[in-house]
């Protein structure tokens, strides 16, 4: 409890640190804008960065509210034309410096964060102390809340980020699909293509000779026989590059096995998966996994390693360590990039733990790749459930139709005839609020019958239920 309020009597503190800049931050704002002092604009819009950026750091460690920077991303350096100058819309010139200022200031100014910063720093003076000292028992969480409502990034700036980093990933897909491709055709012009060549000569040697030195053809036969032999291992190898016949067959467990036992250090694979993840999930996986056990035999001077492949849900896990020197880095080409660039296909993370000395530990995590646990099978609902289902769908015509929508209707004519319509034969004052009672409840248990089975199964109803299959079959 003293925590909290020392926590409370600092973030009131702050004020005394927030009202100077809103006294700068509003004469730079009419220098700016009044009198043309443009420069002053971008230090301001930083300093006031800097003061929310401290403030959601409070709000994620002391209100429990964790708000992540909603900025755009910092424009790119100038680059020069082929001319050697600098472009900024129209206008060339001969250094970077007034291309980059002019991109940061759009960067800046053009922010809707910029000037959601700006609002809270003037509202915060006033709605901080309300808070503080007036909802003292859960002043922090709702001064969090209040910070977040300004402070976080909005759905459209979200939407943004992740359409920028789904650009990029793209982008790094298709580079390392071009790289693979260049990998797969050089592999097969110095191999495979140069050993069928050599084949070719050999037996065009062997037509030469056939006839006048039989002992020679012979032997130029089983050097074709040898060539070609050495040609067909070239193509598996490629195969095997490209996408290894045992993965598709077998899976990932078995192939990272398989993988195992060709590797020169001692491995022990450790793999928890009910069902298989999709192929290209896979196919990512497998050349992770050897990418990493290559770099531990070849670059750590490691002797064994551990891989461990495990499903939690949908997401899956993947562990490799080895007794290596360690003080493996990311930017010394050891291969993490590439990984990195594959897992982000699929949203997945890497992490490293590499100290020097060993051992070096490589976390992977891909998330939603799984099948469900159930395997894809809808577990069926409750008997009490399916009772309620098939109640509401069965009745909910009588009370919806004939004692409500045909009711009102014999109602709002006046007509004589009253029929089965019990609503009818009550007293004046008591039909018109039974007959919207039925038409509510008739409604209602048609809602009711089709909310259980879209609480009890959401996922797979949003992306197989229509209008003519709603799972009464399922329940």
Not at 204 to 224: C, F, R, S, T, Y
Not at 245 to 267: H, K, N, T
Not at 300 to 315: C, M, R
Request: net charge positive; charged share 20%; proline share 8%.
């Amino acid at each position: 409890m003293l925590r909290k309020v020392g926590q409370g009597l600092a973030l009131l503190a702050l004020l005394f640190v927030e009202l100077p800049v809103i006294v700068l931050a509003f004469l730079t704002v009419l220098l700016s804008f009044g009198l043309g002092a443009v420069p002053l604009f971008p230090p301001m819009v930083r300093l006031v960065r800097r003061l929310t950026g401290l403030t959601r750091r409070l709000a994620g460690e002391w209100c429990g509210v964790e708000i992540p920077a909603p900025y755009r991303p910092m424009p790119p350096r100038a680059v020069p034309m082929a001319d050697g100058w600098y472009r900024s819309d129209r206008t060339l010139y001969k250094t970077p410096r007034i291309p980059e200022w002019n991109a940061r200031w759009k960067w800046l100014f053009g922010d809707p964060a910029t000037w959601r910063d700006l609002l809270w720093l003037f509202l915060d003076p006033l709605v901080k102390p309300v808070i503080l000292v007036l909802l003292a028992p859960y002043a922090l969480r709702v001064y969090g809340r209040w910070c977040a409502l300004l402070l976080a990034p909005t759905a459209s700036v979200r939407l943004a980020g992740q359409v920028r980093r789904l650009t990029q990933v793209r982008s790094d897909t298709i580079d390392s699909q071009a790289a693979e491709m260049r990998r797969i055709e050089r592999d097969l012009h110095d191999g495979a293509q140069a050993r069928l060549v050599a084949l070719g000569m050999t037996l065009g040697a062997v037509e030469q000779l056939i006839e006048d030195n039989p002992a020679a053809a012979k032997a130029l036969v089983g050097k074709a026989r040898e060539v070609s032999a050495d040609a067909l291992t070239e193509l598996r190898r490629v195969v095997r590059g490209i996408h290894p016949p045992v993965l598709a067959e077998r899976g990932l467990g078995d192939a990272v096995r398989a993988m195992a036992l060709d590797s020169p250090l001692r491995v022990s694979v450790e793999v928890d998966l009910p069902h298989r993840p999709e192929s290209p999930v896979e196919a990512a996986v497998y050349f992770s996994v050897s990418e990493l056990l290559s770099n531990a035999a070849r670059h750590g001077g490691a002797e064994q390693a551990t891989v461990d492949i495990s499903g939690n849900g949908k997401d899956l896990t993947i562990v490799v360590t080895d007794d290596g020197m360690g003080g493996a880095d990311p930017s010394k080409g050891s291969g993490l990039h590439g990984i990195e660039r594959r897992l982000a296909a699929f949203d997945g993370l890497i992490a490293l733990s590499s100290p020097p000395g060993g051992p070096t530990t490589v976390s992977m995590f891909i998330p939603g790749v799984l099948p469900d646990a159930r395997g894809g099978v809808l577990r069926r609902m409750p008997l009490w459930k399916s009772s309620i289902v098939v109640f509401c769908w069965g009745l909910a015509w009588l009370p919806l139709f004939p004692q409500g929508i045909v009711t009102a209707v014999f109602k709002a004519l006046d007509l004589s005839e009253r029929s089965w319509f019990y609503a009818l034969y009550l007293p004046e004052a008591w039909q018109w609020p039974a007959i919207i009672g039925n038409i509510i409840l008739g409604m209602a248990m048609y809602g009711i019958a089709m909310y259980l089975p879209i609480q009890h199964s959401r996922e797979r109803w949003m992306a197989e239920a229509g209008p003519t299959r709603l799972w009464l079959t399922r329940c």
